[in-house]
């Protein structure tokens, strides 16, 4: 028998407790310059309790073949893949109405 999810009470399987998170996050996608003139892109607004936000940093650090990191709910990936990421995180689920990219 499989476990069942402890919030929407479905069988672990159909749980769709992350699928619904996903649908209701505010997510900004910014750039920044650091030291010696490298890029960095910025994504703030993802909830780290509801969505796995490592696991969401693994993925697009493979997608865009870049380094990057995970620091207190904020992603940073190395490189600016602005233009890139709204596309990848609406296919990965997050609606495009809440993606705001600056």
Do not use: W
């Not at 399987?13 to 910014?30: G, N, S």
């Not at 030291?35 to 696991?55: L, M, P, S």
């Amino acid at each position: 028998m499989s476990e069942i999810c402890q919030v929407c009470g479905l069988p672990s399987d159909l749980c769709v407790c992350e699928t619904i998170a996903k649908e209701t996050q505010r997510i900004r996608v910014t750039t920044t310059k650091r030291k010696y003139g490298k890029v960095y892109t910025i994504i703030n607004g993802i909830d780290q309790r509801e969505i796995d936000i490592k696991d969401l940093t693994k993925q697009l650090k493979t997608k865009f073949a870049c380094g990057g990191t995970t620091k207190e709910g904020v992603i940073e990936l190395q490189g600016d893949h602005k233009s890139r990421i709204k596309k990848y995180l609406v296919k990965t689920g997050f609606s495009p109405e809440t993606i705001d990219v600056k």
